[in-house]
């Protein structure tokens, strides 16, 4: 066929502009298939009036049973797309006339515009559109321009596969070298040139996460868990739970989310940390070892014992078991008794000194100790020791010296363990004498120490 180098010339051509100008957004398509070219019903003169007997393809229509037609087209946006077609066939029948066997070549260019931008929405197997246009026919050596419009459909078997079929009137601008007529074509049709880098159908342009394999559902993006949140607004895309709780589980149901749930299997308050608290105590159920009875948290959630009864908690009460004040940290208070007093004075007076000194005479500390036993034994008593001397000396030094002997008798019973807040000391010098000061036993008699209670 004379004009089959011109096909393949603007074959290659069309294909180096696909691979030059290709976008990785936007899909390209090919299309390829028989076409049929008839003059008939175009309205010229000795043919037949407009679409008369459009569809008469044993009579009017020139069809090569081969593939015939190649079309390149680019979508650009906003349901238009451009391509470049090819085409040749043999002519044999010009109307009702025979023209014998004539070659035919055509070249043109088109925009497409979809119609499911306004119509049919929903319907993304069936895509119809209109076409405008135009190119170049030649049929043998006669050649002229024409303007294209027409339409057609495909039906989409899937993203990348589908049927092309449409049908296009040619006006040609020079009616003495080539008549009107139209262009019917049908074949298969590829669609391709969208990038999807993680191979989950999802074109980058319009994949979310497209570096992730994910779902459609979801434009793109995984959801790992399957809770139907996708993984970008799951707090816990790795485990299902539940959309109020941005994708995280919540086993007891409390409302708290497992993740935020310090018992997340015993179900709780919010205040709480999703922890139950029967007894209201502010120890939760999971740390209260008396969970119906309320309690501190320093005892484990149970209220302190008061074994006693004396209203004193064991925690306080230095005597658990003996009813006492709280005043004497729960211990009973012990009164001192009339014997014991007998004891105090008796060993009191056993108490000498050395004559004008403060020093006690041998054998005095021993009588200190038993004193001390005494002070320990009734703890809830003070003590008031006094000093005196006998008349020798002057005023002025038996009371210094009065002073320093109940002084050193409070401090020998302070180092003993007798705290000192329980005791005080004041001398009265040659005051209150119990014996004669004109004989020596009255005189040592004289010089003394008495220890009485101060309370």
């Known amino acids: 066929m004379k ?3 011109k096909v393949l010339f603007v074959l290659v051509l069309f294909a180096g502009f696909s691979m030059s100008a290709q976008d990785e957004n936007n899909p390209w398509s090919v299309d390829f298939g028989a076409n ?3 003059f008939y019903p175009t309205n010229v003169a000795g043919q037949g009036n407009w679409f008369d007997e459009y569809f008469n393809i044993g009579d009017h229509y020139n069809i090569i049973p081969s593939i015939s037609r190649v079309r390149v087209g680019r979508y650009v946006g906003d349901g238009f797309s451009l391509g470049v077609a090819a085409s040749l066939n043999r002519i044999d029948k010009i109307g009702d006339a025979t023209a014998g066997d004539l070659s035919y070549f055509a070249a043109d260019l088109d925009i497409r515009y979809a119609l499911n931008n ?3 929405k929903k319907a993304k197997w069936f895509d119809p559109y209109v076409s405008i246009g135009g190119g170049y026919t030649f049929i043998d050596d006669l050649g002229a321009g024409t303007f294209n419009g027409g339409g057609g459909f495909n039906v989409w078997f899937n993203d990348f596969v ?7 009137y040619k006006h040609s601008f020079d009616e003495a070298r080539q008549l009107p007529h139209f262009q019917h074509a049908v074949g298969v049709i590829l669609r391709f040139g969208g990038k999807d880098t993680d191979g989950d159908g999802v074109y980058d342009k319009n994949d979310e996460c ?5 779902l459609e559902a979801f434009n793109g993006c995984p959801d790992t868990d399957g809770d139907g949140i996708k993984d970008g607004d799951d707090a816990c895309p790795e ?3 539940l959309a109020a709780l941005n994708g995280c589980p919540d086993a007891d149901g409390d409302g708290i989310a497992d993740k935020d749930d310090q018992c997340p299997n015993d179900k709780g308050t919010a205040a709480n940390h999703g922890c139950p608290d029967a007894d209201g105590d502010g120890v939760y159920d999971k740390d209260d070892a008396c969970k119906d009875v309320a309690g501190p948290a320093e005892n484990k959630g149970c209220p302190w014992p008061d074994t006693d009864g004396d209203g004193v908690l064991d925690k306080d009460d230095n005597c658990v078991n003996e009813a006492g004040p709280a005043s004497n940290q729960g211990c009973p208070e012990k009164v001192i008794t009339e014997e014991a007093k007998a004891k105090l004075d008796e060993f009191a007076k056993a108490i000498y000194f ?4 403060s020093t006690f005479r041998v054998g005095v500390t021993e009588k200190l100790d038993l004193i001390a036993d005494i002070m320990k034994e009734y703890k809830d008593s003070d003590f008031r020791i006094e000093g005196y001397t006998d008349s020798v000396g002057s005023l002025k030094l038996n009371q210094a010296l009065s002073e320093k002997r109940a002084q050193a008798v409070l401090d020998y019973l302070t180092g003993k363990g007798i705290d000192s807040s329980r005791l005080t000391s004041k001398g009265f010098g040659e005051e209150n004498p119990i014996a004669s000061n004109k004989t020596r036993a009255g005189r040592a008699k004289n010089r003394r120490v008495e220890i009485k209670l101060a309370n």
Request: aromatic share 10%.
């Open 354 to 357: 050395n004559s004008g000194k």
């Open 118 to 120: 306004v119509f049919f």
């Open 36 to 38: 049929a070219v008839d």
């Open 3 to 5: 004009h089959l180098r």
């Open 210 to 214: 497209p570096e992730v394999f994910g």
């Open 239 to 241: 485990v299902a739970g």
């Open 162 to 168: 589908g049927i092309n079929v449409q049908s296009i």
